[in-house]
C-alpha cells in the first residue's frame, strides 16, 4: 500500500502561484510514477500532468502547460505540483496518485485532494 497526503492548497487571486505537495508512504517511492488530477464541482475528474520515476519525464495537460511544473524528491518521498498564472478556472480539488506504470488507464492509489481556490 501507499498512502498519500496532499497539502499546500488554498485560496489565491488570479494571476497568483501555489505549490502543492503530496508526501507519500508506505512503498519505495521512486518506483512509482507519480501524477496529480483534480476536480471542479461539477465536473468529471481530469489528468493535469505526470512526472515519471526519476523526475526526468513529465506530461501535462494543454490547458497548464507553461504554467504548471510538476516535480520529485525521491529523497523526501514528495511529489510537488507548481502552479503559476493561477485562473479562476483552475478552481478545483487537487488530487495526487501513483501507480508503477507510466499513465496508466487506472491509478491503484489515491490521496485525499486539496482544496484549490482562484478568485478573479
Known amino acids: 500500500q501507499v498512502q498519500l497526503v496532499e497539502s499546500g492548497g488554498g485560496l489565491v487571486q488570479a494571476g497568483g502561484s501555489l505549490r502543492l505537495s503530496c508526501a507519500a508512504s508506505?512503498?519505495?517511492?521512486?518506483?512509482?510514477?507519480m501524477a496529480w488530477f483534480r476536480q471542479a464541482p461539477g465536473k468529471e475528474r481530469e489528468f493535469v500532468g505526470a512526472?515519471?520515476?526519476?523526475?526526468?519525464?513529465?506530461r501535462y495537460t494543454d490547458s497548464v502547460k507553461g504554467r504548471f511544473t510538476i516535480s520529485r524528491d525521491n529523497a523526501k518521498n514528495t511529489v510537488y505540483l507548481q502552479m503559476n498564472s493561477l485562473k479562476p478556472e483552475d478552481t478545483a480539488v487537487y488530487y495526487c496518485?501513483?501507480?508503477?506504470?507510466?499513465?496508466?488507464?487506472?491509478?491503484?492509489?489515491w490521496g485525499q485532494g486539496t482544496q484549490v481556490t482562484v478568485s478573479s
Open positions: 508506505g512503498r519505495t517511492f521512486s518506483n512509482y510514477a
Open positions: 496518485a501513483a501507480d508503477s506504470k507510466w499513465l496508466p488507464s487506472s491509478y491503484a492509489y
Open positions: 512526472v515519471g520515476w526519476s523526475g526526468r519525464l513529465t
